[in-house]
């Protein structure tokens, strides 16, 4: 679990390092800032359907051997990405870096599944959890400091520590595998090409992408009905605690993107920090969530998945309601706020892992695990693509009249919004899975009373 953690911090600073250098990239090759913002979309869309694709291949393959040639891709897109004097260069590297990187998240959820009983499975999670929330927290701050003393091209040397774990993963995961056969690769290109042009048509608005994806959604349903050995088993989705549980995910996902992406505007546009600060100002919420995600992996074991639910959609509905009634305040009392919203999301990761990998059988842990991965990084892209449509529409009504300053009127109205959204969600949660645990532990009871 420690080469895992140090493998999830170098892989979420590798996501987002790069986002504060598009400028300086754009600059050195010439191009607008709309041409070399594909240097994110790419990734995040190799990404996305690199964590499912590499979740169905554990489910036949050894996972050490799967991680060898993630980590080797991983490794070859820095050295290109390191020696690249041309855009083209540049982008290959970061593809095969994200081609490499995607088996890092799928592994992440893996692990814990395969290697832990449901018992302890909660602690493990929320050691996981740690490691991305502290990604996330060194990433900016790390990618500054080397930006300011070197050039922008060195970023790519910090994923090539990742390499170095690989001798460990070899030596501790065993060599199990799953059932022998054939992968449906036809199934798995039309499910990829449905999530690229899934997360095109919300990213550029364009209605072509959207309609093709739909016809590749249709042919998808149609292969994985009438395959024989299908990408994705059908019976995976008749499972309606896990279809439910995916869905839950998706929307909890979204709305909790709009705190890590959000807050940086807020603070820009109303409080006029550069981006320096801003990154420092994020920290402490991602520091905090860090220290205590193992605590909430303990909870979600000691007390169950629904009391630690509980206790993420408190958090985030209370930073939802705080960053609402007082957006424009001091950077310092937002980075208070943000505290509560970021250990909120950490939880809330944990507690819908953790339910949802009790929900599948042992031979389709990997797909089952990756989608849920995957479903992450559609919920974020979606909702980013939304939130910056309706700041950039801006709003006249002032739903909170709490808030008072004029110019953060957008962000208020959006944070109540996502606050009122998560209550609904946590009804369905509590209508699904609480009561089901809640009966299982009466079961579990009777079962253990003389």
């Not at 309609?211 to 395959?227: E, G, N």
């Not at 042992?362 to 309706?390: C, D, P």
């Amino acid at each position: 679990m420690r080469i895992l953690v140090f493998t999830l911090v170098i892989s979420v600073m590798s996501a987002t390092m790069f986002n504060i250098v598009l400028p300086e990239i754009s600059k050195d090759f010439h191009l607008s800032f709309a041409q070399v913002s594909w240097v994110s979309t790419a990734y995040m869309l190799i990404y996305a359907i690199g964590s499912v694709t590499y979740g169905r291949l554990a489910d036949t393959y050894k996972l050490k051997n799967l991680l060898t040639v993630g980590l080797i891709i991983f490794a070859l897109g820095s050295m290109i990405g390191l020696a690249s004097q041309a855009y083209w260069m540049f982008l290959l590297g970061r593809i095969l870096q994200a081609m490499g990187a995607a088996v890092i998240p799928a592994t992440a959820m893996i692990i814990p599944v395969r290697y832990f009983p449901p018992e302890s499975r909660g602690r493990v999670l929320g050691i996981s959890a740690a490691g991305l929330a502290l990604g996330s927290a060194l990433g900016p701050i790390v990618a500054s400091l080397i930006v300011s003393v070197v050039h922008w091209r060195w970023l790519f040397c910090l994923p090539l520590f990742v390499f170095l774990t690989l001798p460990f993963y070899r030596k501790y995961l065993d060599d199990k595998q799953g059932k022998v056969g054939k992968i449906d690769w036809i199934g798995g290109g039309l499910l990829a090409g449905t999530v690229a042009l899934l997360l095109l048509a919300v990213t550029n608005g364009a209605w072509i992408y959207a309609v093709i994806c739909l016809i590749l959604l249709i042919l998808f349903i149609i292969r994985i009905r009438y395959t024989v050995e299908p990408f994705v088993y059908v019976k995976l989705f008749r499972n309606k605690q896990y279809s439910l549980g995916l869905m839950i995910v998706f929307l909890v996902s979204g709305i909790g993107f709009s705190i890590p992406f959000l807050s940086p505007l807020l603070l820009s546009d109303v409080n006029n920090l550069d981006p320096e600060v801003i990154g420092f100002t994020m920290v402490p919420a991602s520091i905090t969530a860090a220290i205590l995600g193992r605590k909430g992996g303990k909870m979600a074991d000691t007390k169950g998945n629904s009391n630690l639910f509980y206790v993420a959609s408190t958090l985030l509905v209370t930073s939802f309601i705080l960053l609402s009634s007082f957006a424009g305040v001091s950077s310092i009392i937002i980075a208070v706020f943000l505290i509560f919203g970021n250990v909120g999301q950490t939880f809330m990761f944990i507690a819908m892992s953790n339910t949802i990998s009790q929900t599948l059988p042992k031979e389709q842990t990997g797909v089952g695990m990756g989608m849920l991965s995957m479903l992450n990084f559609i919920a974020g892209a979606i909702s980013a693509s939304i939130f910056s449509k309706v700041v950039d529409m801006g709003s006249q009504s002032h739903w909170n009249p709490g808030n008072l300053h004029p110019e953060a009127v957008v962000y208020s109205n959006i944070y109540l919004v996502m606050a009122c959204l998560h209550v609904i969600i946590l009804l369905l949660y509590n209508f699904q899975f609480a009561r089901a645990e809640r009966k299982s532990g009466q079961l579990k009871t009777r079962k253990n009373s003389p």
